[in-house]
């Protein structure tokens, strides 16, 4: 009852509206899943290897006597 209208005005474009090429199943996987996965990995290990890649110190400031 509810989706009839909902239906009816997804089907309507705006006018001068140009749809553009669709987009295969597996684009659209890796476009909204695998890239942000790999962005966030890449980030993780930038990150990972900058900090721990520095040399430890002995500074007064890092140990407490």
Avoid: C, N
Wanted: charge should be neutral; charged fraction near 10%.
């Amino acid at each position: 009852m509810f989706m009839t209208p909902v239906i009816a005005l997804a089907a309507q474009q705006e006018d001068g509206a140009q749809p553009g090429a669709s987009i295969s199943a597996m684009h659209a996987i890796l476009l909204y899943v695998g890239y942000p996965i790999a962005l966030f990995l890449g980030i993780t290990a930038v990150v990972l290897l900058a900090t721990t890649s520095r040399k430890k110190s002995s500074g007064s400031l890092t140990q407490i006597d």
